[in-house]
């Protein structure tokens, strides 16, 4: 090939490229002219965007919710109750006290009294300070959601947000116990369901509090139009068709996305919580049978079962004893039925009501307990048996804990601590003496994990669990019971 020839070459190709680049610009031009359908096109690609943005929210946020059903429910095919095998050789172990009941049965007869429940709600039929109490809990709700919307628009600080947050967050432990603690007319049951409510409460404000700043800080949010949250079912199109949409902040701070959230059973709080497709109205039923049911059941066992225990216990209280003569009546007195009673309460809140109001509001994630009675250390028990309560100590306790470089041991003390104040805090306050039984129960559990994780595993751990539920729990609850026969009934001998 020639030097005129090499040099010609590059030349006409180059020359081709500019001719073909020319023409295809045109062509180009000529495609990019806004055609009839490109703002419809421009509106989708922005919900996307939209969604996008929000997805990388949440993300962020750490989501703690997924579509799945409860362990014990026959959808979710799980098989697993190997631990079930354990619990029954620890009872058969300690199925001596069940003699003692059958005595208690032909001794006293009957005990079963519905008309006695009742009247412990309608002691105070014209007045109802308990339920008044919860009504009032809206006042803190809103207090909330007023706050947030304060810090979403920027007319109030973070710092000054925080404080009225705290403010709020203070005044729903310190007022319910104030007004039970004054009010003479509160019963210990109504104490302990508008206490119990409070608490609920405030695990979940703190959880809406914290969420939402986290929305703050990740996009830097400003005031925006408000939108329907994907908590409620349905958002009204303009063309008169409906469909879900997911909501970001500040779109959230809406009432109905408030009292969602409230009456859902989590404890944590998500801008878009996972929906079920519909109502099923034959697990609906079910559940509601089961409800109505086991309380049945459980009050006619308190009444038959509590009440031989605490005059049977009584005596070694009242007189100087050794700890061996208060444990093993105790111990002995009250661990299976005790134990039953809680099994059954297990059953009829974690499964039964809590996926009927989950049915109900089409929540999805009913992931309510795991395989606990598998557990082999104490540590897993505590994580697996209650997962609301888990998942809000992982996520606004523990995690933040580790973050600011607390030492994991100390962490998991700290849940510990904060679960034993709540403990003593829910029994204590409502039956208006402090004896820091519960407290100490649980503070307890600490040595007791390092114990069993470290001398005991497979299925010796497993029942070692067994053992500390169904001898330390009925211990304490008798202790309470008895002190405050004891202090409101005087002695029986």
Request: glycine content about 4%; some cysteine.
């Amino acid at each position: 090939m020639s030097e005129t020839a090499e040099t010609r070459g590059p030349v006409t190709r180059r020359r081709r490229t500019t001719i073909t680049s020319t023409k295809q610009t045109k062509r180009q031009d000529a495609r990019e002219k806004p055609s009839p359908c490109s703002a419809k096109e421009k509106a989708a690609d922005k919900v996307q965007k939209h969604a996008n943005n929000n997805g990388n929210v949440e993300k962020e946020m750490g989501k703690c919710h997924n579509l799945q059903e409860s362990l014990l429910s026959s959808a979710s095919g799980y098989s697993n109750y190997r631990g079930i095998l354990n619990w029954c050789v620890v009872m058969l172990m300690t199925s001596y006290s069940c003699k003692i009941y059958f005595c208690s049965f032909f001794r006293y007869g009957i005990l079963v009294d519905p008309i006695q429940v009742v009247s412990l709600f309608l002691k105070d039929p014209y007045s109802w300070p308990a339920a008044c109490l919860i009504i009032v809990s809206n006042v803190f709700i809103l207090a909330a959601l007023y706050i947030e919307r304060r810090l979403a628009v920027g007319t109030i600080s973070e710092t000054t947000g925080l404080i009225l947050h705290l403010f709020n967050l203070t005044s729903l432990l310190i007022f319910p116990s104030a007004s039970i603690l004054t009010v003479t007319s509160i019963t210990p049951v109504g104490g302990v369901l508008s206490l119990g409510t409070y608490t609920v409460l405030f695990l979940k404000l703190y959880s809406y509090m914290d969420s939402n700043k986290w929305c703050r800080e990740i996009r830097h949010a400003k005031a925006k139009r408000m939108t329907r949250s994907y908590s409620c079912p349905i958002v009204a199109q303009s063309n008169g068709s409906a469909a879900n949409t997911n909501v970001s902040y500040p779109g959230n701070l809406t009432h109905r996305d408030m009292y969602y959230f409230i009456f859902a059973p989590t404890l944590c709080y998500q801008l878009n919580f996972p929906r079920s497709p519909r109502i099923r109205k034959r697990f609906l039923i079910r559940r509601l049978f089961e409800m109505l049911f086991l309380m049945q059941l459980l009050v006619g066992l308190i009444q038959q079962w509590m009440v031989p225990s605490v005059q049977n216990s009584m005596k070694p209280f009242q007189t100087p004893f050794p700890l061996s003569s208060l444990i093993l009546p105790l111990a002995a007195s009250s661990q299976v039925p005790n134990h039953l009673i809680w099994l059954i309460f297990f059953y009829w809140f974690f499964h039964s009501s809590l996926n009927f109001v989950a049915e109900l509001l089409q929540f999805g994630d009913r992931e309510f307990y795991r395989d606990w009675w598998n557990s082999e250390t104490v540590t897993y028990f505590w994580a697996n048996w209650n997962i609301p309560v888990h998942k809000w100590c992982l996520r606004h306790f523990y995690k933040p804990m580790l973050r600011k470089g607390v030492n994991k041991f100390l962490a998991q003390t700290a849940v510990f601590l904060a679960s034993a104040f709540f403990h003593e805090y829910l029994v204590s306050v409502p039956l208006k003496m402090f004896r820091l039984w519960a407290f100490m129960g649980m503070m307890a559990q600490v040595p007791l994990a390092l114990f069993v994780s470290r001398f005991l595993n497979g299925n010796y751990g497993n029942a070692a669990v067994w053992i500390s539920l169904i001898i330390g729990q009925p211990i304490a609850v008798l202790m309470y019971v008895h002190d405050y026969y004891v202090i409101h009934y005087g002695s029986t001998t």
